[in-house]
Every structure is written in C-alpha cells, then in structure tokens.
C-alpha cells in the first residue's frame, strides 16, 4: 500500500469523524461537548477538584494524543474555571511516565440520524491491561467510576463506559450476558457494529480505517506488517483487529439477543433485526462495515459524508424492496418513527437534512407523514395495534432466521440461551392466570382518561372519549386493575366510574390500584436480574385480594384474588370462591409459593377486616409464614 494512499486515507477520516461529531453536537449540544472534550481532559487529568481524581496515584493516567488535541486545549482554561483549578498552564503534558490510555471511541446511535432523546451512550476506553499492574487497574477502575458520577449527575444522555483490553477487542472477548453487554451471542457482530458506527473521541485510529485503496485489495495482516516497521512514518493509529466474515450461526445468536431487546425497545431493534436478517441470507456479499467504509474513503475532493444509520437503512430498504408492498410500506413507517424524523413540520433539524435523500429514494405519502408526526397523539388502540404488528413481524424475521439457521448456535453460551429463552418466554408465551404485555411501541404515549364500567355481567375499562372501544374487560375487576397497572396505562387521577350495581368505589379502585403497584411495578424486563433466568421459575411476592366486590358488613368472605409475580418478571392472578379452593390453590403451589412475600387487601371500611385477616392468614399459614398487610 503505498504511503500517499494510507495518509490520504488518515485525514479523509478525520475529516469523516468530525463530521460524526458534529452530528453529535446538533443533537446533543450541552452532552456532546462533555462526552467529546471534557471526557479525555477528566481521564487525563489528576487535580482534586476535578471529577475523577485518585489520591495517591502511582502513575498518571493519560489519553494518546490529548496534548496535541486543539479541541481540547481551546476549551481547557473553560474546564479548569468551571472546576476552580488555579494552576497555570496545561494539565495535559507529564515529565513523568504514564499509564496509556489508547483511545476514547463511541459505539451505536450517538452522533447518527437514529440518536433520540431516549439514546445512551456506550463509551469503549481502550487499554493495555498488560502495561497496567493490579494497583494501576484498580485506581483507573476507581477513576472511571468517579467520572461516571459526575456525568450520571450532569448529562442528560445515559452514559456507559466500557473499559476494554485491547487484546480482547482484537480477539472479539466481549463476555457473557448481561445488563449493557451481548455476551456470546455477539461477538464479530459487535465489532462490524464499532467499525460501522464508532467516532473517535480522541486517542488512536483503528487501523483498519486506513485498510482501503481504491485500485487494489488491501491486506490488513500486510498493513499491520508494515506499519510496525514504520513504513509510514505514523504513530496515531491502533490495531484493533480486522473483521473478514461472519459466520452464520453467530446470526441467529444476535437474533435471539435483539428479540431480547425488543421486548421492550420494539421500534429500535426492528431496524437491527432486519439488518440480521439481510446480512444472514446474504452471506457472501461483502460486510457492511466495509461497504461503509469504502463509501467514506472512495470520495475525492468536497465529500458528502453519509450518516452510518442511514446508510444502513437505505441496505435494508434496497434488500426488501421485493416483498409485500404492505410490508414494506410498514418497514418505512418503522424506520421514520424510529429515528423521530419529522418532515413537513415547520421546523427544519439535521434529521431531515439527512434523511432526505433516501425518503425521495423511497417515498412515503404525505398524508401518512402528517399522520406518523402525531404518532404520540394516536388512539391507545391504534398505537398498541402498530406495537402488535412491529411484535409480529420481529416473530416473522426470528422465525425466518431460525428456519434458516437450524440448529446452528455454535459459539453461543448455554447460559446466554437459556437465559434469553427464558425472557421470551416471560414476554410472549400464553400461560393459564398470567397478566397479557400490552406492546406499546414507544415508552410515553398519550395515556387516555379510564372509565370503568359494570354491565351487570362483566367490567369494562374504556377511554373516556370512546365508550365503544375497551382497553380491558373481565367479570374480575381485580384483574382489569391489574392489567391497567402491569402495562403502565393507570394513573391516579386520570380514572373515572359509571353508576353500577356493585359496592366498589372510585376510591377503593384507586387505593387496591397503588398497593399493586406498589408491590409489583409496572412491567419492564429489563428490570429483572439477568440470574434470575438461570433459576427454577419460583414465586417472590403475593397480594391477596379480599372480597373487593362484596359489601363491607358481610363477615362470611367466599371471594378471594391472587395476584402472584414469578422471579421471571411475569404477573398472575387466580380468582378463588371459597377458603377451601383458596387452600387448594396453595397446597398445588406449595413448592413455588414457599418463601414468597404475601400481603393482602380488604376495604378499610370493612366492619369485620381483623377477623377477615386472620382467617386468611390461617388458611394459607401451613405454606407461607411471611405475611404482610
């Protein structure tokens, strides 16, 4: 490769990252600049007013390059006003060894079209776990975990820090399963993912930048050759390993892995399911990644650098452009909603700068835009409804690609499987007395007034505006409730009640509505403690619902509700007609229901509450010991 290439190929992509910056800073103005300058200024620096200072530090921790970075040097006598550092001069320059921190790179969303007010930011702080002993490791731990502080307290935008060995990048290592990470069910998927969407905080190049000539193939194994022979005379880039191929059965790893996350994100990994299940059937053609790659350094002079989500989006259109046309007509619905594109609004923002190209590749009518912009103003049952589709056709993708991929999860953790599976499960699988998922495609939609209402034979909860269309009905209006709070859709103050001919009371409904959620949250899998899954299903906490519709001066209770939550995050309730069955229902469950919290309800206004109380405790004490009011 000749020298001319490689640097040539240096600046157009640092003339591509600050690109990737800027993006960021328009999004994200008051974030960014703390994500993209203050960051390397705290890793770099030592003062004790400044986040993330160790006392007693052995050696200086110190980001590659920040000394020499103008955008960092411009603002630091900014920084150290704000943080009350007196000290002439930079912070930046040490007479003293240091301890290298290689670079500084984002991963995902930040700085692309798909960046919303809901996206975190993963931050990979690049290291040679070599050159750092046991006491250097545990004070560079300390002083992420005190930045990481300052910025929960600070930012906006979630931000996640990921210190990563730069040993284990090359070699794909990212772990197993947990709350921020894809464990093996993702591994070259992650890196093609880095390398398609990374910007360059400050530090080193990845090397394989500079892999690209447009006359020939370049070797990346012959590159990292010549490049520790000093062939071209540069220092600022870092090996972090090349990607060729993927092979087929880490697919349906990240598959399973996405559904995961679609569970409770749906619109945000449709877009990643369908990119899985492109670059599955379309094993030969070359990597995104490198598509990408070769589009931002093919350019000559004046570049129109292309924003890596949509260049991602317009693959996967182009791919499906020969399905159904209303599935694909929905696909785009997906992607305008999911990245918050607005057009034919009055304001103007970069999103539809971007975007706009590809919307005149593949159009959507107008009056659907009008439409879609009002998203978070539709109908509960309208959002729900496109919430059911988006869910459907992720099952119709996972199915495809499983079909394809059968029995081919070589790689794939055991544990990670099982314990994915098992969210599934939590989520989708029907089980006798369980809570249904309500799938609201976006997490704050409009939530209507409630009504409730008795027909004699059944309760119905309706909006208010729309008496013709129920949320929820059941002859148990302790279930309506507790489908209403499961799914996040109650709120006190927002509910009303028709004249009916039952003894319940708006004020009993709202009491019995705060005690559920109280005990049991709202649904959120992600809530749920990854370990769980790798346990026998068991049940944690019980409610036990005392004659909620019977009169409050009748003694001889024969009406009882279990509501009963599992360690996999899923809701029951079981209503029971006599103390007899309510004791049967336990001595059937007598291994699941053994430890768990129980705690009961019976109106206030009950003349005979203690002695009701009592006698429920006594009927189910044989199994549970751990009562509670």
């Not at 986040?51 to 050696?59: E, L, S, T």
């Not at 080193?204 to 447009?214: E, F, G």
């Not at 918050?340 to 700068?353: A, C, D, G, Y």
């Not at 976006?442 to 729309?466: A, C, M, S």
């Amino acid at each position: 490769m000749l020298s001319t290439r490689f640097l040539q190929n240096k600046q157009i992509f640092l003339s591509y990252n600050n690109f990737r910056k800027k993006t960021f800073s328009q999004l994200a103005p008051k974030d960014s600049e703390a994500i993209l300058y203050l960051l390397p200024w705290f890793l770099s620096v030592n003062h004790p007013s400044v986040p993330g200072y160790v006392k007693d530090i052995v050696m200086p921790f110190k980001v590659y390059g920040v000394d020499r970075y103008k955008d960092v040097l411009k603002r630091e006598i900014v920084f150290k006003t704000t943080f009350k550092v007196k000290k002439e001069g930079t912070h930046l320059r040490y007479s003293t060894n240091v301890n290298l921190i290689h670079g500084i790179y984002t991963i995902g969303s930040v700085g692309t079209i798909s960046q919303t007010s809901r996206s975190d930011c993963d931050v990979w702080i690049c290291i040679d776990q070599k050159d750092f002993d046991e006491k250097a490791t545990r004070q560079f731990n300390q002083k992420v975990n005190l930045i990481k502080d300052w910025f929960d307290a600070q930012l906006k935008i979630p931000v996640y820090f990921f210190i990563s060995d730069i040993d284990d990048i090359r070699s794909c290592n990212f772990g197993n399963v947990s709350d921020e990470s894809s464990g093996s069910t993702q591994k070259n998927i992650l890196k093609e993912e880095f390398y398609r969407t990374s910007i360059l905080i400050c530090g080193k190049i990845p090397l394989w930048w500079a892999c690209y000539d447009d006359d020939r193939p370049v070797n990346y194994h012959q590159l990292i050759d010549e490049y520790k022979r000093d062939v071209y005379g540069d220092n600022d880039f870092i090996d972090l390993g090349n990607i060729e191929s993927i092979e087929r059965g880490e697919y349906i790893g990240a598959a399973l892995w996405q559904f995961n996350k679609s569970l409770t994100h749906p619109l945000k990994s449709i877009i990643k399911m369908l990119l899985l299940e492109m670059l599955l059937v379309s094993p030969r053609e070359e990597l995104l990644c490198h598509q990408f790659r070769n589009s931002i350094l093919s350019q000559g002079v004046n570049p129109v650098y292309t924003d890596p989500s949509m260049f991602t989006m317009e693959a996967i259109l182009r791919h499906n452009e020969g399905i159904d046309a209303d599935t694909f007509e929905f696909i785009k619905k997906c992607f305008y909603l999911r990245y918050e594109i607005r057009f034919q609004s009055k304001n103007v923002t970069l999103k539809e700068t971007l975007a706009k190209e590809l919307i005149r590749k593949y159009p959507i009518a107008r009056e659907e835009i009008l439409h879609l912009n009002d998203f978070s103003g539709w109908p509960l049952h309208e959002q729900t409804e496109f919430g059911d589709r988006v869910i459907s056709l992720l099952l119709k993708i996972y199915k495809g690609i499983s079909t394809l991929q059968s029995g081919s999860t070589q790689g794939i953790d055991h544990k990670d499987l099982t314990v994915i599976g098992r969210k599934l499960s939590s989520c989708l699988e029907k089980k006798a007395n369980k809570i249904p998922v309500m799938h609201k495609p976006i997490e704050n939609p409009d939530l209507p007034v409630l009504t409730f209402r008795n027909d004699g034979k059944r309760w119905q909860v309706h909006p208010h505006k729309d008496p013709s269309r129920f949320i929820v009905e059941s002859p148990d209006i302790v279930y309506c409730l507790a489908y209403l709070v499961w799914n996040d859709i109650y709120f006190s103050g927002n509910v009303r009640m028709s004249p009916n001919p039952t003894a319940v009371t708006l004020q009993e409904i709202m009491c019995l509505a705060k005690m559920i959620k109280d005990i049991f949250g709202v649904y959120d899998i992600t809530n749920v403690y990854f370990g769980n899954f790798l346990k026998r299903e068991r049940t944690t906490k019980i409610l036990i619902v005392v004659s909620f519709e019977g009169a409050p001066n009748k003694g001889d209770v024969s009406d009882f509700c279990v509501l009963y939550q599992n360690n996999w995050g899923e809701l029951f309730e079981k209503r029971i007609g006599s103390p007899e069955l309510l004791k049967d229902f336990f001595d059937a469950r007598r291994v699941t229901f053994a430890h768990a919290e129980v705690n009961y309800y019976i109106q206030r206004s009950s003349h005979y509450y203690e002695k009701i109380i009592e006698r429920t405790k006594r009927t189910i004490s044989h199994i549970i010991s751990d009562n509670k009011i």
